[in-house]
């Protein structure tokens, strides 16, 4: 028994296990450095990878949802159509209009990727595996995640064209709204942990009662917390429904008309990226990060566990696209302000209530009728105020 | 509903207005009311309003171009030839001017009745080439009456937006006039023959094409 | 409740996802090149003209009257008439085109000419993989591409190609029965000439 | 001149003054643009998001359909009417048939008469079906109604292919009838399929009618006054949206349709909403049409024998024939003067008819809006430029 889990334990740690190997022998003042090198190839080959992989997923599901089969000319199942679109994009005449303001046209991109990269410098994607441990991780985090925006701004703006305008103002309206709910939603969970340091977020959720996990999602405001979180964070990768910055059947491309090529796929690679990083925030701060979903669970390695519940989330944003039409910017502002900050603020005092409550039935009693009723309220407010119904047809005599 | 008793109607309503019925041969049995550009918008407003017509839907508004006719007759006449009076024969061609018709087809929604057609005609084909717009009664009147400007050339007074609908605004000729002769800066076609075939060598030949 | 809606909706997509891998009917699409539906009878592209038996140029049925020409809407046929006259399968001497073109880029396969043409010489193709890289060769046919045999008309029309052929024997049973008859009435007026030239002798040669 | 209705007229939009143009954004949407259902444009004045001006431009697919048809002979324009709307091609057909059989005083034989009823419907539904397959695509739903749609529109132009050798060109109608006879099995095969259909539209409905996103995006979004309906000559389920009751196949009684039982669904409020919803209830209705019609369909010739295939000539004179096509009103006015050739032949354009409010349905609105009233409106660019 000892021998398998000892097995068990190496595993999990054997990329961590590895890199010490790899970077044994150099000198001591060069191995942070190198280390550091190292886990950021790491995350950037990993991450890229995910992409191609999800951008192969997103088109199989959709197909499939759509009764079609989706890529299955490239390589077996398909599969090697990511590599076929990557060497398309790479092949393709990239064009830049005359009137562009050249230099800040092509640092968009650039910073885009880039800043969506740097959010997994504190996304623990395994037991020990963070590249580094911020003590106010997830407030770097945010930080960083606004500054996809400005990158967003840029190539609208520096496109000179109208539509990218529009698709820029859009954005940037979108973002900063959500922005207040998507922090909101996670300071309940830093309010619970007394820490800001992802690690030790993840390290409290780590433990079972019985078989069951001590994630965040299984308690009232944590579920709230993570149903806002995960409505801003699509709202802030600008998936569908929320997809108006580059709503194709309105202004063309949105921010990103005027490039083609491979900014065009730069820009791609950055939404998707930054989508993962929100996923893995929310997987980080409600969902256990890379804690196992049930005790006797807990020999398979720990970053398997980061994936698949990343998988599971990406495979729930696709099927939200798959299905739902666009909102409009009206809708998406009173969405924001009018149901999503409301919501986060109710759930701050119910996280609190949670806190001084004596653990109990009780506890969850109180804590769930204080989520449920303010949803019910906010929502009935919404609807009342737009008078949508579905409505009966009369038919002529 | 019976033509000749609209067509009573309206005079009765449209003090002066002059209406002829135009009888139509063909089995369809839609004859039509020729209305006079003076009182047209009148006798609309009438078709539209009184109680008993009500025509609302203005479904159709065509524009019909009848080009003039050249007759060319001899005729005989008497002339002093060599200090002589003759009696010498001369071809004389008289030429009708053709005018520029415009075709309303119009039904009632209320009352479940139409058609009833009605037609006006421009004094001529170049110069007198106005007619008063009927939109101001019915708004689907607004897009055909641009279009038959656009492609016949009438000229529709009170018209709010009058302009080309489906040529450009450069372009300079009316398309369905039966006497336009399309440019022949045709694309090179391979079973060219005849008419075509010669047009497009003499194009070819004029250094035209792009 | 607000997102009921929604939830009815995802639950409907999920509904096709699943379905997809198990029904048919959820999943249509025919992977066109290695699979391909079977061929539908009445389906038509582009016109050709049908020949009888084995050479193209001497059976075929086209006579170059010119009609498809005249009602081609978009007049993409283009027909030169020959100067000879060769027989038909029914032996009578007739024209037949000397130059035959259709530009198939400009043809609307409309069927028209196949409905106008009185010998049932015209008619149309089901085949659609002809794309060329040359816009005024490759896409004008002539007379020899345009020549396909009956039986191919057979292949591709079965029923509709049965009735015209029923027609055509019919027609060419009609025929030789007439030519018969006059052949026959032929003969009896030569022999009755005959009898008449021999039972007065004396009057005899034309006059 | 003073009983000019006021709901009717033009919208009296303020000028735009000096300082407020500098504020304001011209942009044009199209000819070149992913929802504007080909190639049409918009010059749209935008004031931030909100729509201040916009005017249609038309032409881009502009070829002189009428000219054209005066020099082809009556059979000759006939596969042209094929390219006017050519989501729908057979109810085209249809009614330039219809208007020549007027013209010429020509009768059709029962049976041909039902089997139009049959393809009329059958088109009517695959139009309406990609039609909100294409209004929820304008809304940004990545398309998943719209292959719902595709996938049961094969279906229907599988049958229109084995009937008439054509998915979409299909030239079906002739003078007195219809060219040619369903094929052995056609019949069977059509009722199938729509027996069939009931269950996709459940699924559409389903998937689409209380959306909640869906309904905020189009109730109370492109209002259409019953009065401006009315007098802009707006035809089709957009008219009976805005609560016109208006179905030619009731009013003119054409062809059979007196013999089959079927409703009209009318809206109330006259939005996008009613616009897709009006629709949504025609399929059904169609279904039943078309049950009713495929159960009574009788034997018989299917074209008038006096017919000749060449050498049409009709008798000077003239005629308007209409039907109610799945877009609206589609009439042709026909003039012969007794030669081969129309002297004068005019087509109705329900698609161009119906577009004359769309300045007055989009401006205040916003630029997520035009998309949702423009794919409401049903346009097709072969239609509408001609």
Known sequence: MTHLALLAQQLDQIFVLAAHWLLSDLPAALQPLCSAILSVAAIIIVFATLFAITTWLERKGLGRMQNRYGPNRVGPFGLLQPIADGVKSLTKEDIVPITADHAVHFLAPVLLVAASFMGFAVLPIGRNMVLVNLNAGVLYFFAIGSMMELAVFMAGWSS??????????????????????????????????????????????????????????????????????????????????????????????????????????????????????????????????????????????????????????????????????????????????????????????????????AAGSLRWLVCSTMVVVPCILLSRGLKHKKKFQVRTYHYSQ | MNLEAIKSELEAAVPGCRLELVANPSPSGQHSLRIDSAHAVAVALTLRDAPGLRFDLCSNVTGIDWPGKQTTEKVKLHKLVDGTQQEVEELRTTTTPGSLEVVYHLFSIEKKHGPIVLRMSTIDRDANVHLPSLTPVWRSAELQEREIFDLFGVVFDGHPDLRRLLMWDEFVDHPMRRDYVGPDDYEYEPTAHDEVLRRANQHLSEGGGR | MVGEGILKGMAETARNFFGSYFRKDRLTTVQYPEQRDPPIEAARSFPFLVYDGEDWQQGMRCVACQICEKECPPKCIFIEKSKDKKPDANGKPQFFPATFNIDISVCMSCQICVEVCPFDAIKMDVVTDLSSGDRFGGLLLDRQRLAKSDQYYNSIHPTEAAAVDARLAAERARQEAKAKAAAEAKSAADAKLAAVTQAQPEIGGPR | MNTIADPTAQPELEPLSETSKEQLLEIAMGPQHPSTHGVFRMNVVLDGEHVVRLKPVFGYLHRNHEKIAESETYLGSMPYTDRLDYMCPITNNWAYALAVEKLAGIQVPERAEYLRVIVGELTRLQNHACLIGFLMQDMGASGTPLMYAFREREKILDLFESLTGARMMCNYMRFGGCRVDLPAGWLDQAKIVVAGFPRFLDEFEQLLVGNEILMDRTQEVGVLSRELAVSAGISGPMARASGVDYDIRKVDHYSIYDRFAFRVPLGSHGDVYDRFMVRLLEMRESVSILEQAMRDIPAGPIVDPKMKVRGFR???????????????????????????????????????????????????????????????????????DR
Request: proline share 6%.
């Open chain 1, 160 to 357: 000179r064209s109208k539509y990218s305008l529009l698709g820029a103002m859009r954005a940037i309206a979108q973002m900063i709204s959500y922005e207040v709910p998507l922090v909101l939603a996670s300071i309940v969970v830093i309010m619970q942990a007394g820490s800001l340091s992802t690690v030790s977020i993840v390290d409290l959720q780590a433990s079972y009662t019985g078989i069951w996990p001590h994630w965040f999602v299984f308690t009232p405001w944590g579920f709230a917390g993570f149903i806002l979180f995960m409505i801003a964070a699509t709202a802030e990768s600008n998936r569908s429904p929320f997809d108006l910055p580059e709503g194709e059947s309105e202004i063309i491309a949105g921010y990103y008309t005027e490039y083609s090529g491979f900014k065009f796929a730069l820009f791609f690679l950055g939404e998707y990226i930054g989508m993962f990083a929100t996923s893995g925030m929310a997987i980080t701060l409600f969902l256990g990060g890379w804690s196992a979903p049930f005790s006797f669970l807990t020999w398979v390695p720990s970053y398997v566990w980061f994936f698949a519940k990343l998988l599971a989330i990406i495979s729930v944003f696709i099927w939200i696209r798959g299905t739902l039409p666009r909102l409009r910017m009206d809708q998406l502002m009173n969405l924001a302000w009018e149901f999503m900050l409301p919501m986060a603020l109710f759930n701050l005092f119910t996280a609190g209530l949670w806190h001084f409550l």
């Open chain 4, 314 to 384: 009709p008798k000077p004179g003239e005629a308007y024939g209409r039907i109610e096509a799945p877009k609206g009103e589609l009439g042709f006015y026909l003039i012969s003067d007794g030669s081969p050739n129309p002297y004068r032949y005019r087509v109705r354009p329900p698609s161009l008819i119906n577009l004359t409010v769309l300045e007055d349905l989009c401006v205040g609105r916003n630029v997520a809006d035009i998309v949702t009233i423009l794919g409401s409106i049903d346009i097709v660019l072969g239609e509408v």
